[in-house]
């Protein structure tokens, strides 16, 4: 028979019949335990120890609880090391052994990136840039640099240029795409002629077509006549003058043929560029397009100095916005969380080095749109597709308040003050 605890005693605020700090003993089959059940002390009660069983083992003093977390740390640090050894072992790199000639189409800055990044990984690859700028194509020549974007960066010497579309493409093994996504269509059908049926379209171009709400993963089997071209997207956090100056960078590539996604991860990886797969294209294309045009909108709160609340409110709202949109087409919500969706819109909407954001702050401070894209030389493709985006918005009926506005603003049919009342006076709903 075991003595039991009156209900006042599993709460000491509760009022108890029983005496202060009476000792209750629980008689079981084990040793005696002794619980010292009070209430708050009065000048009239005193409180009885916890009694301990001198056969427990000691507890363990909190140096001692310490190193054991630092030895649990270091073993799966020293795990991971193992694994990732064991991994690079097995890799292969056969696709860059085999890999002649690269083609990257476009001069700009990130095309001028990628093309510097793949000739340093391979000094006999050549690598040919088609670029449209004469004055361009004689620095990269002669200089050995992009007098435009980098002029203080030095090429390497198996980085070439030239104007000439047939030269570039002939015997090229990949081919990089980095126009931007409103010229592409024009673009590419004036080198369809002289572009392998085979050749695998590597696209860096992140936007939709204004007119036809096309991705780059359309624009270019339609613009090359050529269903079967291959195609992948890369994508993710990821600014050309870091990738110049040989930073840390992750990207994402994304193709449905599998095969084709690792070999470029292979050609691309080194020890400053991390590539992961994925074979969601629509997610991987669709969220780099849209942080674009979110970015304008962080970059407005920011001209407005309307305070970082504002700005977290804003960005949160804006990624929602886009996963509501991407899922709806068929993206996966694990790529939205991934490189290509959160981390590209991290790193555009809060980073100064971005373009779009630019555009944003300079909107905020009450610049006018043509003056801002007059001093810029350089393309920022969220202006061009905010339109775009409410057109898919609508046609997938969903509802995209932030983005929208962005729309209306860049539109000049909406003023950033007029844009922010709208917004939050909008309906306080449930978030979803």
Partial sequence: ???TLEPQFLNPIFPSTNPIGSRRLLFSSKKPIFLSLHAPASSTSTTQ???HDPTDPAPETT???????????????EKLVRWSRSWRSKAKTDVLERTNKVVVLGGGSFGTAMA????????????TMLVRDPQVCRSINEDHCNCKYFPKHKLPENVT???DAKTSLVSADYCLHAVPVQFSSYFLEGIADHVDPSLPFISLSKGLELNTLRMMSQIIPRALKNTRQPFVALSGPSFALELMNKLPTAMVVASKDKRLAKATQ????????????SSDVTGVEIAGALKNVLAIAAGIVEGMNLGYNSMAALVAQGCSEIRWLATKMGAKPATLTGLSGTGDIMLTCFVNLSRNRTVGVRLGSGEKLNDILSSMNQVAEGVSTAGAVIALAQKY??????????????????????AVLELMSLPQVEEV
Wanted: net charge positive; glycine share 2%; hydrophobic share 45%.
């Fill in 116 to 127: 510097a990044h793949l000739a340093e990984r391979k000094a006999e690859l050549e690598v």
């Fill in 266 to 277: 292979q050609l691309l990886a080194s020890n400053h560029l991390r590539i992961s797969t």
């Fill in 161 to 163: 240029a030239t104007t």
């Fill in 397 to 418: 009926n969903v509802k995209m308040p932030v983005l929208t506005a962005v729309a209306r603003i860049v539109d000049n049919e909406l003023t950033p003050e007029k």
């Fill in 63 to 77: 140096s001692e609880r310490a190193g054991d977390r630092r030895r649990t740390v270091r073993l799966e640090w």
């Fill in 1 to 3: 028979m075991a003595a």
């Fill in 49 to 51: 120890p916890f009694v």
